[in-house]
């Protein structure tokens, strides 16, 4: 008789006592889908409790400033006072201005006077001449028989300048071989500086636009008549007419300039009748 082992079977009773656990099984809740508006208010709450972004800091970028150009005259003034040495005046043959200053220009070099003499310049005009009917513009010497130079005065400058071929002695001079006085930077800007000479506007016929024309001048002058220049470089000086050109309205007076009487151009409507 074979013997059962008592692991193999077990009896009714210890299977009806034995104790069943039931599976869990995972609860399944439906997801429910939220309406669409809430959805856009919860995100609009949500947005609205944010803090703002600061905004950027402004800088102020200050404006460029405006050049007013400076007028030629005081232009000119302003560029003397940082040159070297001072302007004088030397007196020549006349029509000798333009050979003195190549000779004058030559000895600098030669003599190795840069250091001392740095600019000679004869003072011209465009002036239009009009002859056999042609009109040509041509530049005559302001201050004929008459040298401008800046330099330092020192004896050794003075010798190079004073005897310089066409120079015949520097104008300003109180006694022989005196040192003679520098022109002002008035006077300088006077004879140097550039000038603008504005056009008359000269109204058309029927409206049209205006013309630049010069201003056309009485001739109301005779050869020989005191006349007071009333513009320009010699104003209120007192001229002497010694040629009229009623074609460019212009007249030659005689000037006294540095102690001597000088031929000056004027225009008729820089002089007027003493």
């Known amino acids: 008789m074979t013997t059962n082992s008592p692991f193999e079977y077990q009896s009714a009773e210890s299977l009806a006592t034995e104790e069943v656990v039931p599976e869990t099984v995972a609860e399944i809740v439906p997801v429910v889908a939220e309406p669409a508006e ?17 905004p950027a800091e402004q800088v102020d970028t200050p404006a460029a400033e405006v050049e007013v150009p400076l007028d030629p005259v005081a232009e000119f003034m302003e560029s003397m006072k940082t040159k070297e040495g001072k302007w004088y005046v030397l007196q020549s043959y006349s029509g000798m201005e333009k050979r003195v200053k ?28 009009v002859k056999n009917g042609v009109r040509k513009n041509v530049l005559k010497n302001r201050f004929p028989g008459y040298v401008l130079v800046r330099m330092y005065m020192t004896d050794e ?10 120079v015949t002695k520097f104008a300003g001079a109180v006694a022989h071989n005196a040192q003679p006085m520098p022109l002002t930077l008035e006077e300088v800007a006077d004879i140097l500086a550039p000038r603008l000479e504005a056009p008359v506007a000269v109204a058309t016929k029927g409206g049209g636009k205006a013309k630049s024309a010069k201003s056309v001048a009485v001739l109301d002058f005779n050869v020989g008549d005191s006349v007071t220049v009333i513009d320009g470089p010699f104003a209120t000086l007192q001229a002497t007419i010694s040629e009229i050109n009623a074609d460019t309205q212009k ?12 031929p000056v151009e004027l225009s008729f409507s820089q002089i007027a009748k003493s």
């Open 38 to 54: 809430a959805v856009l208010e919860e995100v609009a709450t949500e947005v609205a409790e944010q803090p703002a972004e600061q």
């Open 251 to 262: 007249i030659i007076g005689l000037v006294e300039i540095f102690g001597r009487e000088t």
């Open 102 to 129: 190549a000779n004058l220009e030559s000895r600098i070099h030669t003599m190795n006077m840069e250091d001392e003499i740095f600019q000679v310049e004869v003072p011209t005009d465009m002036v239009v001449e």
């Open 157 to 166: 400058s003075w010798g190079v300048v004073r005897h310089t071929p066409g």
